[in-house]
């Protein structure tokens, strides 16, 4: 069964400073996976996501994520923090059921950035 | 503009008492889903929909219930059965190819008194 750790449920980073946030996954197949931003009391918005092709991933905001099969990791950066990306980051694999696909997500990080 | 509506944005309801949470989409897409979201637990999967007149229960659907009518509405009913309704509800939609992404509505923020 596919299943997403994120390790760290907070992080906090200075403004200026690199942002980086772990997951890791597991699945049984080649995985789709993505990352999605979500801010206090609202929906959530797809950062970036990986599917076939090139393993480094640049999405919006100035976020990338590379796919390392051999450490079944997908983990997000951004080189400089800015105060707005303080949100709540949550990373997700596709998985599949009664011959449709769903998503699993990890519990979430939250990041800080310290003016 | 395309995209999905949650309403309301806030909601309360006294205990016993059963409560529907209202989903639109106006992207066409097929697949619809709603998530429970409590905090550090992530979003979980409640009950998913591929096409119109069928859906699926996800990981945590006691307690709950949900239609799908027509293409852009999935609404969802929690019902006296669940025993800690209070929550914030995620609806979502998607092409529903494992690739696809699901777009999110802004969500409905349930607290039964």
């Known amino acids: 069964a596919q299943s997403v750790t994120q390790l760290g449920s907070h992080v906090s980073v200075s403004e200026g400073a690199l942002v980086l946030l772990r997951c890791n996954y597991s699945?049984?197949?080649?995985?789709?996976l993505f990352w999605y931003v979500q801010y206090p009391n609202q929906g959530l918005q797809l950062l970036l996501k990986?599917?076939?092709?090139?393993?480094l991933v640049k999405g919006i905001n100035g976020f990338e994520a590379e796919f390392k099969k051999s450490e079944t990791s997908f983990h997000l950066t951004k080189p400089s923090a800015h105060m707005s990306d303080a949100a709540e980051y949550f990373c997700?694999?596709?998985?599949?059921?009664?011959?449709?696909?769903?998503?699993?997500f990890g519990k979430g990080t939250k990041l800080s950035v310290i003016p | 503009d395309g995209g999905i509506t949650q309403s309301p944005k806030y909601l309360f309801r006294k205990e016993g008492q059963n409560v529907t949470l209202s989903c639109e989409q106006n992207?066409?897409?097929?697949?619809m889903y709603w998530y429970r979201q409590d905090p550090g637990q992530g979003l979980r999967l409640i009950y998913y929909?591929?096409?119109?007149?069928?859906?699926q229960k996800g990981d945590i659907a006691e307690g709950y219930s949900v239609s799908r009518e027509k293409k852009e509405s999935f609404p969802l009913t929690v019902t006296s059965a669940q025993k800690n309704p209070t929550a914030f509800y995620l609806c979502?939609?998607?092409?529903?190819?494992?690739?696809?992404?699901?777009?999110f509505g802004p969500g409905t923020r349930l607290t039964v008194l």
């Open positions: 979502a939609s998607s092409l529903g190819d494992p690739y696809n992404e699901q777009f």
């Open positions: 699945s049984s197949v080649p995985p789709y």
């Open positions: 990986y599917t076939t092709g090139a393993t």
């Open positions: 997700a694999v596709t998985r599949s059921g009664a011959g449709s696909y769903q998503l699993t």
């Open positions: 992207l066409n897409h097929d697949a």
């Open positions: 929909s591929q096409i119109v007149n069928d859906f």
